[in-house]
Nanobody, 122 residues
Framework: QVQLVESGGGLVQPGGSLRLSCAAS????????MKWYRQAPGKQRELVAA???????NYVDSVKGRFTISRDNAENTVYLQMNSLKPEDTAVYYC????????????????WGQGTQVTVSS
């Protein structure tokens, strides 16, 4: 059974920083892409950042230059370093792994974490 467990959310003042972590546990052969999404109250879930196993990244325009996604392939962990936080960054942040392979040559499986709240407020 694969689980994605997020940590690192909390309350921070505008301009502050937080670092989110998401660790994938279970018997995993490989994970290609890992992503961070967020969902603010009354809004649709949006893709914030993504990173491939080779380290290629992309970001939504609203976080470019402020957020950095990284990963540790050996630990099946993805991070989201969030700097210069703004009130509009307030949301529940979700880790997503849409291409988890459990055995060599096996199918890809899709997993979500449970979410971690990030609140930016003075």
């Amino acid at each position: 059974q694969v689980q994605l467990v997020e940590s690192g959310g909390g309350l921070v003042q505008p301009g502050g920083s937080l670092r989110l972590s998401c660790a994938a546990s279970g018997s995993i052969f490989s994970i290609n892409v890992m992503k961070w999404y967020r969902q603010a109250p009354g809004k649709q879930r949006e893709l914030v950042a993504a990173i491939t196993s080779a380290g290629s990244t992309n970001y939504v325009d609203s976080v470019k230059g402020r957020f950095t996604i990284s990963r540790d392939n050996a630990e099946n962990t993805v991070y989201l370093q969030m700097n210069s936080l703004k009130p509009e960054d307030t949301a529940v942040y979700y880790c997503n792994a849409p291409s988890v392979i459990l055995t060599p040559g096996g199918l890809e499986y899709y997993y979500w974490g449970q979410g971690t709240q990030v609140t930016v407020s003075s």
